[in-house]
């Protein structure tokens, strides 16, 4: 419940002083709570046993430790005085080394440290906070409704919840009627006041929907590449699911050929060879065209490969993915490397520039280290992923 936004901007400072201390100390506690979760954000992603041990995963963050204000004496060796000596007005005075004082030789020092909490989160608890307002994008209407979506509706008040729900006006209302009734009260606002809008979760149906990961695993793409793509696929799949009951996948990988896989077995698979694009892009217009009926189900595709492809297969490439994009509802392309240099400028990533010139709703993303795993997920599952060019 902590991980729900503690909404601690400026504007708000003038409510959070009227809280109680314990009350402040919470919601401070919340923000840093989601201030670490962020900064680890990459480290968690990274995780490789995440990708085979997801139904019982649990991620570590660490949180600092927080004080109230005090008085604290001054550290003894710390000292000011009125000096004697030749020094004048303007003189340079020599740094101290760099330590002192404090520390003891190269050993174990004696001053104060910092302290830390390792606060321990289910995969799960994390990807319900991230994918709080991802949803894919360019979902229509089909017949034969199959998805459930889960959406909150708000159902009344309460005097206890997320600190992200709290209504403040009407918590302001209920503190004028009490203090009202009780002119004398010191307190502006008492815990007794606190009102908190409270959401229900209902799930309502929307329509069907597929989506193809596609994987590139010839020799190009090397250990540092396949796990990057692993990663996104894996992380952008557990949040689809958390979202959706029902969900069609299908995982393809290929190098010269390409090949329909299970789950399990798509995120273990190495390849070796060259690269021909067009051989995933055809399986994946077969798949579609045999067991996906257009007018039934969206259709999602998303292609992570380092950009290469036989030059000699561009043209039969180009052709297959206008043959495969009236099928989709959106295409998402990322590009994985050891570095931004090439900024999608390689083989594949033209094809998908050139589908996005064409006005078909797609989107293309670099990774080049676990940092951009997150932002790539961001940048493709929204609605207006789809209305527009994502291209980073």
Not at 227 to 233: P, R, V, Y
Request: proline share 4%; net charge negative.
């Amino acid at each position: 419940m902590f991980l729900q936004d503690g909404g601690q901007g400026n504007s708000h400072k003038h409510w959070y002083d009227l809280f109680s201390r314990g009350t402040r100390d919470w919601l401070r506690h919340n923000e840093k709570v989601r201030e670490a979760v962020r900064e680890h954000l990459p480290e968690m992603i990274a995780k490789s046993d995440v990708l085979s041990k997801p139904e019982n995963r649990t991620v570590q963050v660490p949180v600092k430790f927080l004080e109230h204000y005090r008085f604290t004496l001054r550290n003894s060796d710390e000292q000011s005085g009125a000096g004697q000596g030749k020094a004048k007005q303007g003189d340079t005075l020599r740094q101290g080394k760099p330590g002192q004082p404090g520390g003891q030789g190269e050993g174990g020092g004696d001053g104060e440290g910092a302290f830390q909490f390792v606060l321990e989160f289910k995969t799960d608890e994390i990807l319900d906070w991230l994918w709080e307002e991802l949803k894919l994008p360019n979902l229509q209407p089909k017949e034969g409704s199959n998805v459930d979506v889960d959406e909150y509706v708000r159902e009344g008040w309460d005097k206890r919840g997320a600190r992200s729900r709290l209504d403040r006006r009407r918590t302001m209302k209920e503190a004028i009627k009490r203090r009202t009734a009780i002119p004398d009260t010191p307190v502006p606002i008492s815990n007794d006041d606190l009102r908190f809008r409270q959401l229900a979760r209902k799930r309502q149906p929307t329509t069907n929907a597929v989506v193809i990961f596609l994987l590139d695993v010839s020799s190009s793409m090397d250990e540092h590449c396949r796990k990057l793509a692993k990663s996104f696929f894996f992380w952008a799949l557990q949040g689809i699911r958390r979202q959706f009951s029902h969900i069609d996948t299908v995982f393809i990988a290929h190098s010269v050929e390409a090949f329909e896989f299970e789950e399990e077995e798509f995120f273990q698979v190495s390849g070796q060879g060259g690269t021909k694009s067009s051989t995933a892009l055809e399986l994946a217009e077969k798949i579609l065209q045999e067991r996906f009926d257009n007018s039934q189900y969206n259709s999602y595709l998303f292609y992570a490969t380092d950009g290469e492809n036989f030059s000699n297969d561009r043209e039969q490439s180009s052709a297959s993915l206008a043959r495969l994009a009236p099928l989709l509802n959106f295409a998402g392309y990322a590009e994985v490397s050891h570095s931004n240099t090439r900024r999608l400028n390689t083989e594949v990533g033209r094809l998908w520039q050139q589908l996005a010139d064409n006005g078909h709703p797609s989107g293309s993303y670099s990774l080049s280290n676990d940092n951009d795993i997150w932002p790539a997920i961001k940048a493709f599952f929204t609605d207006q992923a789809a209305q527009q060019q994502v291209d980073v």
